[in-house]
């Protein structure tokens, strides 16, 4: 369910950059509103209300501020995927690879198999969802452990990149608590239309 009060920051904040990229810089990937942040803790742990998480997964660096406060809701702690470049992983790891979005390259995801068990209840939540892959990556890495993936969260949706579809195809229950349908820097942003806004 999409979240009226993250939408009207957004059309207030963002900035529709060229080539599908949008910028909220003001209040989440590089200033943070630790106050809307609450709210959007809130707004998950209500959208997942009576589910048992015992970790959230998300990716540096973004994901981080937004999985930290979501997590003083949910009571468990928060593990952040790392990125790194090299091939050599050393020690005990399990790793996705995932197509960066916004960097345009390649990258390998780890989390040490000290940190994720085959009894976890795992609730990933990332910032944004363009193409899927940081989500489906970070869907690897939970299986590869054995644990149970409850859900998806992304903050903001690029509902017309597809990988919000795929995701759901996926049988995953991925929750955005906003969605644009199109942007362009001239003629805005366009949010989509659905039943229950809250
Ligand atoms: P995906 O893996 O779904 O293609 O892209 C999601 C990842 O790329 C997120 O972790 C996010 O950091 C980054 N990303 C994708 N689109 C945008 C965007 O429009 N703005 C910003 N700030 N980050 C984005």
Known sequence: MQMQLLIDRIRKDGIVKDGDVLKVDAFLNHQIDVGLLEEIGKEIRRQFDGKKVTKILTIEASGIAIACIAARYF??????????????????VYTAEVYSFTHQKMNRIIVSKSFLHADDSVLII????ANGKAIIGLSELVSQAGAELVGA???????????????REMGIDLHSLA??????????LIFREEEGIH
């Open 75 to 92: 009571n468990c702690p928060v593990l952040f995927a790392k990125k790194t470049k090299t091939l050599n992983i050393a020690g005990d």
């Open 126 to 129: 990332d910032d944004f969802l």
């Open 153 to 167: 969260v992304s903050v903001i949706e690029k509902g017309f990149q597809g990988g919000g579809d795929r995701i």
């Open 179 to 188: 969605i644009v349908e199109s942007m362009d820097p001239e003629k805005g």
